[in-house]
């Protein structure tokens, strides 16, 4: 099993229509073979004290059956399609793949 976390950073103001675009493409990757999760969050109110992302970032964590499950994602036409919407929105991303330790 192949864990990602992927730390989106939108340009000043962007977050909601990059999140906007991010779930109207979730249907598309929960029906992608192997996919077990996916799913994007923000700060939790209330822990102010953590070190929190900020009103500009989201944090993705994917869940996947294999590598080539996610290679087959990356290149997947819907992940490409979303990727080229958000590209003018987006300051930065920090993508993670992760393995069981």
Avoid at 10 to 36: S, W
Wanted: include cysteine; hydrophobic fraction near 50%.
């Amino acid at each position: 099993m192949i864990q990602v976390v992927v730390e989106i950073v939108a340009k000043t103001g962007q977050r909601d229509a990059v999140l906007k675009a991010f779930k109207a493409n979730v249907p598309a990757v929960h029906a992608e073979q192997g996919c077990i999760e996916y799913s994007a969050f923000v700060d939790a109110a209330g822990f102010g004290a953590l070190a929190p992302f900020g009103d500009d970032t989201f944090v993705v964590v994917e869940k996947w059956e294999s590598a080539a499950h996610l290679k087959a994602h990356a290149k997947a036409a819907h992940t490409l399609e979303y990727q080229a919407k958000v590209k003018d929105l987006i300051e930065s991303r920090t993508i993670h793949v992760l393995s069981p330790a």
